[in-house]
């Protein structure tokens, strides 16, 4: 069974940096495209970033810069390091999984076949 566990959050001030880790479980972890979305109180789940088995990174445009996603095939996981943080950041962190090394439409989150739970990040002024 797949199973993605994140860690890695918690609360930090405004400017802080924080490192998300999304462990996999249970499939040929290497052969997934991976992502992070992030759900805030009152809104939407949103994409943030995604990576494909290649390395190939993309973001959303409004993180571009702050936001780098990566993975360690050898741990199966995938990290989201998260820099100059602001307290619209704040937010649940959900990462996931398609099954595809591709990244198939990897900004929608209908693309995806399986969720974590999320950690939750919380950025203060």
């Known amino acids: 069974q797949v199973q993605l566990v994140e860690s890695g959050g918690g609360s930090v001030q405004a400017g802080g940096s924080l490192r998300l880790s999304c462990e996999a479980s249970?499939?040929?972890?290497?052969?997934?495209?991976m992502g992070w979305f992030r759900r805030a109180t009152g809104k939407e789940r949103e994409y943030v970033a995604r990576i494909s088995t290649a390395g190939g990174a993309i973001y959303t445009d409004s993180l571009w810069g702050r936001f780098t996603i990566s993975r360690d095939s050898a741990k199966n996981t995938v990290y989201l390091q998260m820099d100059r943080l602001k307290p619209e950041d704040t937010a649940m962190y959900y990462c996931?999984?398609?099954?595809?090394?591709?990244?198939?439409?990897?900004?929608?989150?209908?693309?995806?076949?399986?969720w974590g739970r999320g950690t939750q990040v919380t950025v203060s002024s």
């Open positions: 996931a999984a398609q099954t595809s090394p591709y990244c198939y439409s990897g900004s929608s989150q209908s693309s995806y076949q399986y």
């Open positions: 249970g499939y040929t972890y290497s052969t997934y495209c």
